[in-house]
Nanobody, 122 residues
Framework: QVQLVESGGGSVQAGGSLRLSCAAS????????MGWFRQAPGKEREGVAT???????RYAGSVKGRFTISKDNAKNTLYLQMNSLKPEDTAMYYC????????????????WGQGTQVSVSS
């Protein structure tokens, strides 16, 4: 089993920055792909960014150039640096991991954290 715990959410004004963290524990050796997702009230969950074991990254078009996904393998921690935040970035942000499948796909993530809230005011 894998446990994922997010932190770092909060409230900021538009144009501000936040860095989310996701600490992974448990059997993480087969966790070759990790990602960030978000869900705003009344909307479906959407993929934000993924990173594979080799460090190859993928971003949703809405965040490309503003968000950066990274990981510290020694600490088993995933990060999401969010800059130039917009009110439309307001959502619950979730960390996720998968053990099989294509990392470039938003599908088939096996493990999920509880989420951390990000609120951006105009």
């Amino acid at each position: 089993q894998v446990q994922l715990v997010e932190s770092g959410g909060g409230s900021v004004q538009a144009g501000g920055s936040l860095r989310l963290s996701c600490a992974a524990s448990g059997y993480t050796d087969n966790m070759y792909c990790m990602g960030w997702f978000r869900q705003a009230p009344g909307k479906e969950r959407e993929g934000v960014a993924t990173i594979d074991r080799d460090g190859v990254t993928r971003y949703a078009g809405s965040v490309k150039g503003r968000f950066t996904i990274s990981k510290d393998n020694a600490k088993n921690t995933l990060y999401l640096q969010m800059n130039s935040l917009k009110p439309e970035d307001t959502a619950m942000y979730y960390c996720a991991a998968k053990t099989v499948g294509f990392c470039g796909s938003w599908l088939h993530f096996d493990y999920w954290g509880q989420g951390t809230q990000v609120s951006v005011s105009s």
